[in-house]
C-alpha cells in the first residue's frame, strides 16, 4: 500500500512539473514574440524539406505561398497548395501540387505563360481584360467545364488590381499541345497561352480534377512581393 502511495505522489509531482515547463514555454513565447516566429519559422522549413522541395521551388517562395495559405479561411480542399513560380523560364518544370497533410510532392510539370507576358521568361503581368498575359497572386480553385480548350478549372482571384478580373478574362487551367517537351527541343521555349495556366495534356484532367473546388492556387512572378496587398496587410 505504501509503495503504491510513493508511486501515485511520483506520478503527481511529474504532472506539475510538465505543467510548469508548458505553462514556462507559454510565456516565453508570449514575452518574446521572436522566440515564436523562430520556432514556426523551422517548422515552415521542415515541412519544405519534408515535402522534398529542394532544387523545385525555393523555401522563399513556398514561404510566400504558405503565408497567403494561412490567410485563405474559405478553403475546402486544406491539405492542397498549389504553386506556379513564374521566375523559372518556361523550358523548366515550375508547376507544383503539394500535399501539405502527406507531406507530398503530387505533381511537378511544365506550365505555360501569357503570350505577352514574355518569350521564354515571364516578365510581363497584368489583370486587365485582352491583355494576353498572365496574372500573379493568390486564387482559389473553382468548377470545372468543357470549353474551347476542353476540359477547364476556373480560378477565382483573391487580389484587388492583380488578379481579381482572372474570371472574367477566362484565366483558367487548362491543357495544350504546345505545352511539351517536343515543343521545347523544336523552339527552345513553350507555346504560349493567352493569359491562362496551361498544363501538359497528358496531366492536366488529373491536375485539374486533384486542384478543384476550393484549394489555394498560388502564382508566383517577379515584382509580386512588392505589390501584393495581402501579404503586405
Request: with cysteine; aromatic share 10%; charged share 20%.
Amino acid at each position: 500500500m505504501e509503495k503504491r502511495i510513493t508511486h501515485v505522489i511520483h506520478f503527481i509531482q511529474m504532472q506539475i512539473l510538465r505543467g510548469s515547463i508548458i505553462y514556462v514555454l507559454f510565456i516565453i513565447g508570449a514575452i518574446n514574440p521572436t522566440y515564436s516566429k523562430a520556432a514556426k519559422a523551422d517548422d515552415m522549413h521542415q515541412l519544405w524539406l519534408d515535402c522534398k522541395l529542394d532544387g523545385k521551388v525555393s523555401y522563399q517562395i513556398f514561404n510566400l505561398a504558405m503565408q497567403g495559405y494561412h490567410l485563405m479561411d474559405n478553403l475546402k480542399k486544406k491539405n492542397l497548395l498549389t504553386i506556379i513560380d513564374y521566375s523559372k523560364p518556361s523550358n523548366e518544370k515550375r508547376f507544383l501540387v503539394i500535399d501539405l497533410v502527406h507531406k507530398k510532392l503530387l505533381y511537378h510539370c511544365l506550365v505555360a505563360h501569357g503570350k505577352n507576358t514574355g518569350e521564354n521568361s515571364a516578365t510581363n503581368f497584368s489583370n486587365q481584360s485582352n491583355s494576353l498575359k498572365s496574372c500573379l497572386g493568390f486564387f482559389i480553385t473553382a468548377e470545372t467545364y468543357s470549353g474551347e480548350n476542353g476540359y477547364s478549372l476556373r480560378l477565382d482571384g483573391l487580389e484587388k488590381d492583380i488578379n481579381s478580373n482572372a474570371r472574367a478574362r477566362d484565366i483558367v487551367i487548362h491543357g495544350a499541345d504546345y505545352v511539351s517537351e517536343q515543343f521545347i527541343k523544336n523552339y527552345g521555349r513553350l507555346g504560349r497561352s493567352w493569359g491562362c495556366p496551361a498544363l501538359p495534356i497528358k496531366v492536366s484532367k488529373q491536375i485539374i480534377d486533384t486542384i478543384s473546388g476550393g484549394s489555394c492556387l498560388f502564382i508566383y512572378g517577379n515584382g509580386y512581393r512588392e505589390n501584393s496587398k495581402l501579404l503586405n496587410n
